[in-house]
Protein backbone atom coordinates (compact mmCIF):
# COMPACT_ATOMS: atom_id res chain seq x y z
CA UNK A 1 0.00 0.00 0.00
CA UNK A 2 1.20 3.50 -0.66
CA UNK A 3 -0.88 4.92 2.30
CA UNK A 4 -1.35 9.03 1.44
CA UNK A 5 -0.08 10.35 -1.56
CA UNK A 6 0.05 14.21 -2.17
CA UNK A 7 1.87 15.73 -5.33
CA UNK A 8 3.15 18.08 -6.04
CA UNK A 9 5.84 18.16 -3.40
CA UNK A 10 6.69 21.57 -3.91
CA UNK A 11 5.02 24.55 -5.89
CA UNK A 12 5.26 28.15 -5.70
CA UNK A 13 2.65 30.58 -7.70
CA UNK A 14 2.49 33.94 -8.61
CA UNK A 15 -0.56 35.72 -6.57
CA UNK A 16 -3.94 35.07 -8.63
CA UNK A 17 -2.91 31.52 -10.01
CA UNK A 18 -4.84 28.90 -9.51
CA UNK A 19 -4.11 25.48 -9.25
CA UNK A 20 -4.82 21.77 -7.43
CA UNK A 21 -3.39 20.09 -4.64
CA UNK A 22 -3.76 16.19 -5.06
CA UNK A 23 -4.23 13.95 -2.33
CA UNK A 24 -4.95 9.74 -3.05
CA UNK A 25 -5.10 7.00 -0.29
CA UNK A 26 -5.27 3.07 -1.68
CA UNK A 27 -7.04 2.09 2.23
CA UNK A 28 -10.61 2.15 1.39
CA UNK A 29 -10.78 4.98 4.13
CA UNK A 30 -14.19 7.13 4.11
CA UNK A 31 -12.65 10.09 6.08
CA UNK A 32 -10.38 12.60 4.51
CA UNK A 33 -9.14 15.73 5.58
CA UNK A 34 -7.02 18.58 4.64
CA UNK A 35 -4.81 20.83 7.09
CA UNK A 36 -2.06 23.73 6.48
CA UNK A 37 0.31 24.22 9.26
CA UNK A 38 1.94 27.34 9.91
CA UNK A 39 4.80 27.78 12.26
CA UNK A 40 3.70 28.64 15.83
CA UNK A 41 -0.05 27.66 15.19
CA UNK A 42 -0.21 23.54 14.66
CA UNK A 43 -2.47 22.29 11.92
CA UNK A 44 -5.90 24.06 11.11
CA UNK A 45 -8.61 22.09 8.81
CA UNK A 46 -9.21 23.52 5.76
CA UNK A 47 -11.95 21.29 4.49
CA UNK A 48 -13.14 17.25 5.31
CA UNK A 49 -14.95 14.84 3.78
CA UNK A 50 -16.76 11.42 5.42
CA UNK A 51 -17.27 9.84 2.18
CA UNK A 52 -17.78 10.26 -1.33
CA UNK A 53 -19.86 13.34 -2.50
CA UNK A 54 -19.66 14.77 0.88
CA UNK A 55 -17.72 17.15 2.30
CA UNK A 56 -17.89 20.19 4.34
CA UNK A 57 -15.82 22.74 5.89
CA UNK A 58 -13.36 23.05 8.89
CA UNK A 59 -11.50 26.30 10.54
CA UNK A 60 -10.34 28.36 7.36
CA UNK A 61 -12.04 27.18 4.51
CA UNK A 62 -11.85 30.55 2.94
CA UNK A 63 -9.89 30.77 -0.25
CA UNK A 64 -10.03 26.36 -0.93
CA UNK A 65 -12.40 24.29 -2.66
CA UNK A 66 -12.79 20.08 -2.56
CA UNK A 67 -14.49 17.77 -3.85
CA UNK A 68 -15.30 13.95 -3.20
CA UNK A 69 -16.11 12.16 -6.14
CA UNK A 70 -14.44 8.93 -5.27
CA UNK A 71 -13.20 7.25 -2.25
CA UNK A 72 -9.84 7.50 -3.12
CA UNK A 73 -9.03 11.17 -4.06
CA UNK A 74 -9.61 14.08 -2.36
CA UNK A 75 -8.53 17.60 -4.23
CA UNK A 76 -7.79 20.48 -3.11
CA UNK A 77 -8.47 23.44 -5.03
CA UNK A 78 -7.09 27.22 -4.61
CA UNK A 79 -9.00 29.16 -6.76
CA UNK A 80 -6.64 32.71 -6.56
CA UNK A 81 -3.62 32.08 -4.67
CA UNK A 82 -2.75 34.52 -2.59
CA UNK A 83 0.54 35.34 -0.13
CA UNK A 84 -1.82 34.35 3.06
CA UNK A 85 -1.72 30.58 1.32
CA UNK A 86 1.99 29.96 1.65
CA UNK A 87 2.07 27.26 3.81
CA UNK A 88 2.80 23.34 4.15
CA UNK A 89 -0.73 21.50 3.58
CA UNK A 90 -1.55 18.22 4.51
CA UNK A 91 -3.81 15.65 3.53
CA UNK A 92 -4.83 12.70 5.88
CA UNK A 93 -7.67 10.23 6.20
CA UNK A 94 -9.11 7.48 8.47
CA UNK A 95 -11.31 4.50 8.32
CA UNK A 96 -13.52 6.24 10.99
CA UNK A 97 -14.26 9.22 12.49
CA UNK A 98 -12.20 8.87 15.86
CA UNK A 99 -10.04 6.24 13.94
CA UNK A 100 -6.02 7.20 13.55
CA UNK A 101 -5.69 9.50 10.31
CA UNK A 102 -2.66 9.01 7.97
CA UNK A 103 -1.13 12.18 6.74
CA UNK A 104 0.47 12.25 3.73
CA UNK A 105 4.00 13.42 3.19
CA UNK A 106 2.96 17.28 2.40
CA UNK A 107 2.88 19.94 -0.38
CA UNK A 108 5.17 23.23 0.41
CA UNK A 109 3.66 26.07 -1.39
CA UNK A 110 4.61 29.78 -1.60
CA UNK A 111 2.38 32.22 -3.50
CA UNK A 112 4.56 35.10 -4.45
CA UNK B 1 -15.66 27.37 20.53
CA UNK B 2 -13.99 24.65 20.50
CA UNK B 3 -10.44 24.49 20.94
CA UNK B 4 -7.10 23.05 22.30
CA UNK B 5 -4.21 24.48 23.84
CA UNK B 6 -0.63 23.65 23.86
CA UNK B 7 0.70 25.46 26.88
CA UNK B 8 4.30 25.25 25.44
CA UNK B 9 5.75 25.80 22.86
CA UNK B 10 9.23 24.56 23.02
CA UNK B 11 10.41 22.40 26.03
CA UNK B 12 14.43 21.80 26.27
CA UNK B 13 15.55 18.45 28.44
CA UNK B 14 18.60 17.01 28.85
CA UNK B 15 19.14 13.05 27.72
CA UNK B 16 17.74 10.74 29.79
CA UNK B 17 15.15 13.72 31.81
CA UNK B 18 11.69 13.18 32.33
CA UNK B 19 9.52 15.37 30.50
CA UNK B 20 6.17 16.35 30.12
CA UNK B 21 4.05 18.48 27.53
CA UNK B 22 1.24 19.96 28.46
CA UNK B 23 -2.23 20.02 26.61
CA UNK B 24 -5.65 21.45 27.69
CA UNK B 25 -9.39 21.32 25.18
CA UNK B 26 -12.42 23.37 25.83
CA UNK B 27 -14.85 21.53 27.65
CA UNK B 28 -17.04 19.01 25.95
CA UNK B 29 -19.83 16.05 26.69
CA UNK B 30 -17.38 13.89 24.60
CA UNK B 31 -14.02 13.83 23.62
CA UNK B 32 -11.80 11.72 21.41
CA UNK B 33 -7.79 12.75 22.35
CA UNK B 34 -4.93 12.22 20.39
CA UNK B 35 -0.69 13.00 20.42
CA UNK B 36 0.91 13.00 17.16
CA UNK B 37 4.36 13.75 16.48
CA UNK B 38 6.06 15.01 13.63
CA UNK B 39 10.09 14.51 12.71
CA UNK B 40 12.00 17.35 10.72
CA UNK B 41 10.67 17.66 7.44
CA UNK B 42 8.35 14.26 7.84
CA UNK B 43 4.37 14.16 8.08
CA UNK B 44 2.57 13.23 11.31
CA UNK B 45 2.68 9.69 13.14
CA UNK B 46 0.03 9.00 16.12
CA UNK B 47 1.29 8.51 19.09
CA UNK B 48 -1.18 7.26 21.33
CA UNK B 49 -4.69 7.83 21.55
CA UNK B 50 -7.83 8.53 24.12
CA UNK B 51 -11.31 7.04 23.28
CA UNK B 52 -12.75 5.86 26.61
CA UNK B 53 -12.02 3.38 29.18
CA UNK B 54 -8.65 3.54 31.55
CA UNK B 55 -7.14 7.07 31.51
CA UNK B 56 -3.63 6.34 31.84
CA UNK B 57 -2.90 5.66 27.88
CA UNK B 58 0.01 4.04 26.53
CA UNK B 59 1.39 4.75 23.07
CA UNK B 60 4.65 4.15 21.09
CA UNK B 61 8.27 4.92 21.85
CA UNK B 62 8.19 4.79 25.55
CA UNK B 63 5.04 7.50 25.58
CA UNK B 64 2.25 7.86 27.66
CA UNK B 65 -0.73 10.37 28.63
CA UNK B 66 -3.09 11.25 30.96
CA UNK B 67 -6.95 12.11 30.74
CA UNK B 68 -8.26 14.14 33.17
CA UNK B 69 -11.99 15.04 33.14
CA UNK B 70 -12.32 17.73 35.76
CA UNK B 71 -9.26 19.60 34.43
CA UNK B 72 -9.63 19.22 30.97
CA UNK B 73 -6.25 18.23 30.36
CA UNK B 74 -4.59 15.44 28.30
CA UNK B 75 -0.66 15.74 29.18
CA UNK B 76 2.38 13.82 27.45
CA UNK B 77 4.75 11.99 29.47
CA UNK B 78 8.11 10.22 28.97
CA UNK B 79 9.92 9.25 31.97
CA UNK B 80 13.69 9.11 30.17
CA UNK B 81 13.89 10.69 26.80
CA UNK B 82 16.54 10.29 24.03
CA UNK B 83 17.95 12.37 21.59
CA UNK B 84 15.67 10.94 18.70
CA UNK B 85 12.69 12.28 20.34
CA UNK B 86 13.55 15.67 19.39
CA UNK B 87 10.55 16.03 17.25
CA UNK B 88 6.98 18.38 17.75
CA UNK B 89 3.89 17.11 18.85
CA UNK B 90 0.48 18.15 18.64
CA UNK B 91 -2.29 17.29 20.68
CA UNK B 92 -5.20 16.83 19.00
CA UNK B 93 -9.11 16.28 20.12
CA UNK B 94 -12.44 15.36 17.87
CA UNK B 95 -15.67 16.78 19.88
CA UNK B 96 -17.48 14.38 17.66
CA UNK B 97 -18.40 10.50 17.07
CA UNK B 98 -19.40 11.77 13.81
CA UNK B 99 -17.38 13.70 11.18
CA UNK B 100 -13.37 13.19 11.90
CA UNK B 101 -12.91 16.72 12.43
CA UNK B 102 -9.81 17.09 14.14
CA UNK B 103 -8.78 20.69 16.11
CA UNK B 104 -5.02 20.28 16.57
CA UNK B 105 -2.91 22.51 19.47
CA UNK B 106 -0.26 24.95 18.30
CA UNK B 107 2.33 22.40 18.64
CA UNK B 108 5.55 21.80 21.32
CA UNK B 109 9.00 21.25 20.16
CA UNK B 110 10.46 19.00 22.48
CA UNK B 111 14.49 20.10 21.86
CA UNK B 112 16.48 16.87 23.65
CA UNK B 113 20.23 17.89 24.18
CA UNK B 114 23.03 15.18 25.24
Known amino acids: NAGVTQTPKFQVLKTGQSMTLQCAQD?????MSWYRQDPGMGLRLIHYSVGAGITDQGEVPNGYNVSRSTTEDFPLRLLSAAPSQTSVYFCASSFGPVDEQFFGPGTRLTVL | AQSVTQLDSQVPVFEEAPVELRCNYSSSVSVYLFWYVQYPNQGLQLLLK??????LVKGINGFEAEFNKSQTSFHLRKPSVHISDTAEYFC????????????FGQGTTLQVKP
Open chain 1, 27 to 31: MNHEY
Open chain 2, 92 to 103: AVTFSSNTGKLI
Open chain 2, 50 to 55: YLSGST
